[in-house]
């Protein structure tokens, strides 16, 4: 009869036996294009943002204000007279 499958020997019509994507393949996608936009996000937040953050000190106004005392000390003991004293 007519209405039965071919014969296993004969050649399958074009597009019959396509390769079927495994499943794991767009999640395999997904997750790359993930991590690529995850791992530019966070270059751009440390170019701007940690980066700068870095460039800025932080001052010890105690150890500034020890080492002006220090000069201011040393010029009153180096000074000659008392003019000398009162410029300082």
């Not at 530019?40 to 460039?55: K, M, S």
């Amino acid at each position: 009869p007519e209405h039965r499958c071919r014969h296993h020997r004969t050649a399958a019509a074009p597009g019959a036996h396509r390769m079927k994507v495994p499943d794991f393949i767009p999640a395999l996608v997904q997750l790359l294009l993930t991590l690529i936009v995850v791992a530019a996000a966070l270059l751009l937040y440390d170019r701007t943002v940690v980066r700068p953050a870095l460039r800025i000190g932080m001052v010890d106004v105690a150890e500034v204000y020890r080492q002006k005392e220090a000069e201011f000390t040393q010029l009153l003991t180096k000074a000659g007279s008392e003019d000398d004293r009162q410029k300082a």
